[in-house]
């Protein structure tokens, strides 16, 4: 349920007007909605659902005798949209029809999406597959789509804002919404091309610079090793590693988006690797994002 004390972002203030005439003639008013079925709400109370006839006789509502031109502030809410606020006064049609937008997003969400950013690489890639799922089905939850899965559903329903909402389609989505789920799905399910990639990076096992004086070697299915780097701040490893780099360091890889993108054994920093696999050379590591700053600084 909408919770009518929250002040909206912005105030629409439609006036309805009751009585061209003798006030004493007219002393009711019909709010309509689209779509009914709507509360209307006034100082605080709830006065009925849409359609609504509001005269002396309904409870709560207010009082149109009680000054010669009396004006009322009324909110009109219903679950999954946008709650409308207006005012009421004796003059004008006695009857008015509001129509009610759906919301963008579910209201009280509070969840990973809260500013609808553009999913970091370091946001995935240490995440398990568990996670990535759970974090995928949370771009579509906060807009209310019905869940699948026991487990998914129990947790989104134990959240403070999920409710399912049968308005839900798909043209809710924002570009970051519609990047977002690229990105982890291109970390959850491995596509063919970055299985060929896979392959041919383990097959060859060792990819050496043209002077051979760095190499990487993938030792598992998630772990390959630097070797040749040696931390020089000054010179950046020659620019083909990462200055901060250390021979014999151990590190995580994953292949997604036809990229290898590997993190150092501290898990402060993402850096992409470059090979030649037709000639098996490595070309560079590159430093994309760094963890550390971005978390501490």
């Not at 974090?135 to 999920?162: C, D, H, Q, V």
């Not at 570009?175 to 990639?197: C, E, G, P, S, Y």
Request: charged share 25%.
């Amino acid at each position: 349920m909408i919770d009518i004390n929250i002040k909206p972002p912005v105030f629409l203030s439609v006036l309805i007007f009751i009585c061209s005439a003798a006030v004493s003639a007219q002393q009711q008013i019909t709010i309509n909605t689209e779509p009914q079925g709507a509360g209307v709400y006034y100082d605080g109370n709830r006065i009925g659902t849409t359609p609504l006839v509001i005269d002396e006789r309904t409870p709560n509502a207010p009082d149109f005798c009680s000054a010669a031109d009396p004006v009322y502030n009324i909110i009109i809410a219903k679950d999954f949209y946008e709650t409308e606020f207006a005012e009421i006064s004796l003059k004008g049609s006695p009857e008015i029809t509001f129509p009610l937008n759906p919301l963008p997003r579910l209201p009280f969400y509070d969840g990973v999406f809260l500013n609808n950013e553009f999913l970091r690489i370091s946001d995935v890639f240490f995440k398990d597959l568990d996670e990535l799922t759970k974090l995928r089905e949370e771009i579509y939850a906060r807009y209310g789509r019905p869940i699948e899965g026991n487990m998914l559903k129990l947790y989104f329903l134990s959240t403070r804002w999920y409710k399912e909402n049968p308005l839900y389609t798909e043209d809710m989505l924002t570009d970051a919404d519609k990047f977002n789920i690229r990105r982890i799905n291109d970390f959850l399910v491995v596509n063919d091309d970055d299985a060929a990639l896979f392959n041919a990076i383990i097959k060859q096992y060792e990819f050496f610079t043209k002077d051979r004086k760095y190499s990487i070697r993938f030792i598992n299915s998630r772990e390959c090793m630097i070797a040749g780097a040696k931390y020089d701040e000054i010179s950046g490893n020659d620019g083909v590693v990462p200055y901060f780099f250390e021979e014999g360091w151990i590190m995580s890889f994953i292949v997604a988006e036809q990229e290898i993108y590997i993190s150092d054994p501290a898990g402060e920093s993402i850096s992409t690797v470059k090979l030649d696999l037709g000639k098996k050379q490595l070309i560079n590591i590159e430093l994309i994002e760094d963890v550390y700053y971005r978390l501490y600084w």
